[in-house]
Nanobody, 117 residues
Framework: QVQLVESGGGLVQPGGSLRLSCELS????????MDWYRQAAGEQRTWVAGISTNGRTTYAGSVKGRFTISRDNAKSTVYLQLSSLRPEDTAVYYC???????????WGQGTQVNVSS
């Protein structure tokens, strides 16, 4: 059974940075495309960034140039570097894994990011 555990959230001032991590266990990490989503209070969950099994990255327009997604297959971990943070980036950030061959999908429990002065 695939499990995802996120970490790295917290409180940061506007303009600051954070690095989120998501570790996958229970399967072979390199077989999964990985994505980050976020959900602000009272709003729907939205896609933030993704990285394919071969390392190709894509970003939502609202975070492009500020956030960077990366993966370390040896550590079974995907990262999201958040920079130049804004109050509107405040949300619970979720990690999502989709296994390429059968599209089996798993979600992490989320990590809270608060951007406030």
């Amino acid at each position: 059974q695939v499990q995802l555990v996120e970490s790295g959230g917290g409180l940061v001032q506007p303009g600051g940075s954070l690095r989120l991590s998501c570790e996958l266990s229970g399967s072979i990490f390199s077989m999964f495309a990985m994505d980050w989503y976020r959900q602000a209070a009272g709003e729907q969950r939205t896609w933030v960034a993704g990285i394919s099994t071969n390392g190709r990255t894509t970003y939502a327009g609202s975070v492009k140039g500020r956030f960077t997604i990366s993966r370390d297959n040896a550590k079974s971990t995907v990262y999201l570097q958040l920079s130049s943070l804004r109050p509107e980036d405040t949300a619970v950030y979720y990690c999502n894994a989709v296994r390429e061959w059968d599209h089996d999908t798993s979600w992490g429990q989320g990590t809270q990011v608060n951007v406030s002065s």
